[in-house]
């Protein structure tokens, strides 16, 4: 390869590594935005905004590293649970915590999928994002995800249920080892 | 900075090895998915797509319900249909018969399906692109060239460890294991997982070692990867995490994705290769992997029977 060739490549090569740089780097420290002040931490702000532009966000979704790697890296799970009570036209009631799904690939979508329930999340002291329109937002999704479930089943009730999951703590190791979850929000359809 | 990229020659191996997986894997997990597809991405799915917009592109749910205003194929036929095809390139790509238009192609639908929107989408979907990314980069056509692509590859790969690593010893629950311990307790998972797993939460201390080592794993991985003597064993470590993170997690494809780009970027790169001698300027046609294997295998029946080695 030519040196001019030699150049080009390296230049591409670094512009590509610096956006994953940059991704990692976001993704890092994406709990600490999250309760960024503004006005005394402008660096991670301005790195959320750079992350956050067109020109970077599409070669990064095209190419696979807009997920950044984090904490639990990359996007593995999440914290939230749906619990759906059934009742059939026939009497019988049942309970589901995915809504129809059969496979395991498609259940781990749905989990991934839940994530958007954090909006439900009661805000913090020092919290700077808005929470509203996230809450909206989850609030309309667990609403979306019930009328469909009833209307998919042809049931004559659907009562959804939205939980955050509690994990009990490792120390000190309890006797109790039973987890449940905090309920966040609870619709109910009867269509 | 030069001699480091442009010195290495991509194996062929390493090449085949990456489009035969990439391609594998990502048609398994979608034929795995297919039962599950209307509703995931469905006109009449699991829920309202209004609510979860796409705001990095064209989402194949505006694809399949813009396809099913044009003609008058039913909604859940066209996302059958596109689904199949996303599978058949899979294919061609996983039996090297995808040239490089195409792969661009798949890299492009890939999106559609899973990056451009990333509500029902997860860690695997996002390394999947990226391997279909170093596919395009490593045509078949010329299999042993001298490319800047591995070394790209091998970078990725640390930086993907480095950041996981960084951001776990950021905080304290990876130290003390309740992170671990959290990973393991997640909600559906908990219904779904052995009971070994509440069993073993009366250890702590097991957590935490685990915890650590996995810390230490990550954050060491652009370190002792890069030296000879520790190379293979980090690498044997870290596969031995992914296919943890399989079993207790049920990640299988997130894992094998790993596993994978693992595999290629630093056993197959570093094989001490005496079946099949590599010069840049042969051009010699790639062969599926397994056809080395096999050569391989040869070459050792020969050396036992007294015969030639190559």
């Given at each position: 390869?030519?040196?001019?060739?030699?150049?080009?490549?390296?230049?591409?090569?670094?512009?590509?590594?610096?956006?994953?740089?940059?991704?990692?780097?976001?993704?890092?420290?994406?709990?600490?935005?999250?309760?960024?002040?503004?006005?005394?931490?402008?660096?991670?702000?301005?790195?959320?905004?750079?992350?956050?532009?067109?020109?970077?966000?599409?070669?990064?979704?095209?190419?696979?590293?807009?997920?950044?790697?984090?904490?639990?890296?990359?996007?593995?799970?999440?914290?939230?649970?749906?619990?759906?009570?059934?009742?059939?036209?026939?009497?019988?009631?049942?309970?589901?915590?995915?809504?129809?799904?059969?496979?395991?690939?498609?259940?781990?979508?749905?989990?991934?999928?839940?994530?958007?329930?954090?909006?439900?999340?009661?805000?913090?002291?020092?919290?700077?994002?808005?929470?509203?329109?996230?809450?909206?937002?989850?609030?309309?999704?667990?609403?979306?995800?019930?009328?469909?479930?009833?209307?998919?089943?042809?049931?004559?009730?659907?009562?959804?249920?939205?939980?955050?999951?509690?994990?009990?703590?490792?120390r000190p190791a309890p006797v109790d080892t039973s987890s449940h979850y905090l309920t966040l929000f609870e619709t109910d359809i009867r269509p | 900075m030069k001699r480091f990229f442009f010195e290495t020659i991509l194996h062929?191996?390493?090449?085949?090895?990456?489009?035969?997986?990439?391609?594998?894997?990502?048609?398994?997990?979608?034929?795995?998915?297919?039962?599950?597809?209307?509703?995931?991405?469905?006109?009449?799915?699991?829920?309202?797509?209004?609510?979860?917009?796409?705001?990095?592109?064209?989402?194949?749910?505006?694809?399949?319900?813009?396809?099913?205003?044009?003609?008058?194929?039913?909604?859940?036929?066209?996302?059958?249909?596109?689904?199949?095809?996303?599978?058949?390139?899979?294919?061609?790509?996983?039996?090297?018969?995808?040239?490089?238009?195409?792969?661009?192609?798949?890299?492009?639908?890939?999106?559609?399906?899973?990056?451009?929107?990333?509500?029902?989408?997860?860690?695997?979907?996002?390394?999947?692109?990226?391997?279909?990314?170093?596919?395009?980069?490593?045509?078949?056509?010329?299999?042993?060239?001298?490319?800047?692509?591995?070394?790209?590859?091998?970078?990725?790969?640390?930086?993907?460890?480095?950041?996981?690593?960084?951001?776990?010893?950021?905080?304290?629950?990876?130290?003390?294991?309740?992170?671990?311990?959290?990973?393991?307790?997640?909600?559906?998972?908990?219904?779904?997982?052995?009971?070994?797993?509440?069993?073993?939460?009366?250890?702590?201390?097991?957590?935490?070692?685990?915890?650590?080592?996995?810390?230490?794993?990550?954050?060491?991985?652009?370190?002792?990867?890069?030296?000879?003597?520790?190379?293979?064993?980090?690498?044997?470590?870290?596969?031995?995490?992914?296919?943890?993170?399989?079993?207790?997690?049920?990640?299988?494809?997130?894992?094998?994705?790993?596993?994978?780009?693992?595999?290629?970027?630093?056993?197959?790169?570093?094989?001490?290769?005496?079946?099949?001698?590599?010069?840049?300027?042969?051009?010699?046609?790639?062969?599926?992997?397994?056809?080395?294997?096999?050569?391989?295998?040869?070459?050792?029946?020969?050396?036992?029977?007294?015969?030639?080695?190559?």
């Amino acid at each position: 390869m030519p040196r001019r060739g030699h150049t080009v490549a390296l230049t591409a090569i670094g512009i590509y590594l610096a956006q994953v740089l940059l991704f990692s780097t976001y993704a890092c420290w994406h709990n600490q935005l999250e309760y960024a002040d503004k006005a005394t931490r402008p660096v991670p702000t301005t790195l959320a905004h750079i992350a956050n532009h067109p020109v970077f966000t599409v070669p990064a979704h095209i190419c696979g590293y807009a997920c950044g790697y984090g904490f639990y890296a990359p996007r593995v799970g999440s914290h939230y649970l749906t619990e759906f009570r059934i009742d059939h036209r026939d009497g019988q009631a049942t309970i589901a915590h995915y809504p129809s799904l059969s496979t395991l690939e498609g259940r781990v979508r749905y989990r991934a999928f839940t994530d958007l329930f954090g909006g439900l999340l009661p805000a913090q002291d020092g919290l700077v994002r808005d929470r509203e329109l996230p809450r909206r937002v989850a609030r309309a999704t667990a609403k979306s995800l019930t009328q469909r479930t009833a209307a998919r089943l042809a049931a004559t009730r659907v009562s959804c249920r939205v939980g955050a999951w509690y994990i009990r703590p490792l120390r000190p190791a309890p006797v109790d080892t039973s987890s449940h979850y905090l309920t966040l929000f609870e619709t109910d359809i009867r269509p | 900075m030069k001699r480091f990229f442009f010195e290495t020659i991509l194996h062929p191996r390493a090449v085949s090895a990456l489009h035969t997986g990439t391609g594998a894997l990502l048609a398994i997990q979608f034929l795995l998915l297919f039962p599950d597809l209307p509703l995931l991405y469905g006109p009449d799915g699991l829920v309202d797509h209004a609510l979860v917009a796409s705001p990095h592109g064209l989402w194949i749910a505006d694809i399949v319900d813009y396809l099913a205003h044009l003609t008058d194929v039913a909604a859940d036929h066209a996302l059958y249909l596109l689904a199949a095809l996303y599978i058949v390139l899979n294919i061609l790509l996983a039996i090297h018969r995808l040239p490089w238009p195409g792969i661009l192609f798949l890299l492009l639908f890939h999106g559609t399906w899973h990056t451009a929107n990333d509500a029902f989408s997860y860690g695997a979907d996002y390394l999947g692109a990226s391997a279909l990314f170093y596919c395009l980069c490593t045509p078949l056509s010329q299999p042993t060239c001298r490319t800047p692509i591995l070394r790209l590859l091998q970078l990725h790969l640390c930086i993907i460890y480095f950041f996981g690593g960084l951001g776990k010893a950021m905080g304290v629950t990876w130290w003390n294991g309740e992170a671990a311990w959290k990973a393991m307790n997640q909600p559906y998972h908990v219904a779904e997982a052995p009971s070994i797993i509440g069993w073993l939460g009366q250890f702590p201390a097991l957590w935490t070692v685990g915890g650590v080592i996995v810390v230490v794993l990550e954050l060491g991985y652009p370190l002792f990867i890069w030296v000879a003597h520790t190379r293979r064993y980090w690498l044997y470590a870290t596969v031995a995490m992914h296919t943890g993170i399989a079993l207790f997690l049920g990640l299988f494809h997130f894992s094998a994705v790993m596993i994978l780009l693992n595999l290629v970027a630093f056993h197959y790169a570093y094989l001490d290769d005496t079946t099949q001698p590599v010069h840049p300027s042969d051009g010699e046609p790639s062969r599926p992997w397994w056809a080395a294997w096999k050569r391989q295998a040869a070459a050792v029946r020969d050396t036992r029977e007294g015969g030639i080695t190559y």
